[in-house]
C-alpha cells in the first residue's frame, strides 16, 4: 500500500508560480514512476507531467511544456512540479498518482492516487 499526499496548492494571479509536492509512504519509492493529473471542473481528468523511478525520463502535456517541471527527490520520498507563467486554464484539483516500474505517462495504469490540491489562477 502506498499512500500519496499533496501539498502546495493555492489561489494564484495569472502569470504566478506555485510548487506542488507529493509525498510518499512506502520503501521503495525509487521504483514507483510517477505521474501529474489535474481535473478541472465539467471536465475530465488530463495528464499534466511525468518522471520515472530514477527522474531520468520525463514528459509533459503539450499544454504545459516549457511552463512546468516535475522532478523528483528520491530520499525525501517527494516529487514537486513547479509550475510557471500559471494561466486561468490551469485552474484544477492536482493529483499525484504512482505505479511500480516503468515510466509515468498519460495511457498507462497507475496502482495508487492522491487526493487532490486545488490550484486556481484568477485573471
Known amino acids: 500500500q502506498v499512500q500519496l499526499v499533496e501539498s502546495g496548492g493555492g489561489l494564484v494571479q495569472a502569470g504566478g508560480s506555485l510548487r506542488l509536492s507529493c509525498t510518499a509512504s512506502g520503501r521503495t519509492f525509487s521504483s514507483y514512476a510517477m505521474g501529474w493529473f489535474r481535473q478541472a471542473p465539467g471536465k475530465e481528468r488530463e495528464y499534466v507531467a511525468g518522471i520515472s523511478g530514477s527522474g531520468l525520463i520525463r514528459s509533459y502535456a503539450d499544454s504545459v511544456k516549457g511552463r512546468f517541471t516535475v522532478s523528483r527527490d528520491n530520499v525525501k520520498n517527494t516529487v514537486s512540479l513547479q509550475m510557471n507563467s500559471l494561466k486561468p486554464e490551469d485552474t484544477g484539483v492536482y493529483s499525484c498518482?504512482?505505479?511500480?516500474?516503468?515510466?509515468?505517462?498519460?495511457?498507462?495504469?497507475?496502482?495508487?492516487w492522491g487526493q487532490g490540491t486545488q490550484v486556481t489562477v484568477s485573471s
Open positions: 498518482a504512482s505505479r511500480n516500474g516503468g515510466v509515468a505517462g498519460p495511457y498507462v495504469q497507475y496502482d495508487y
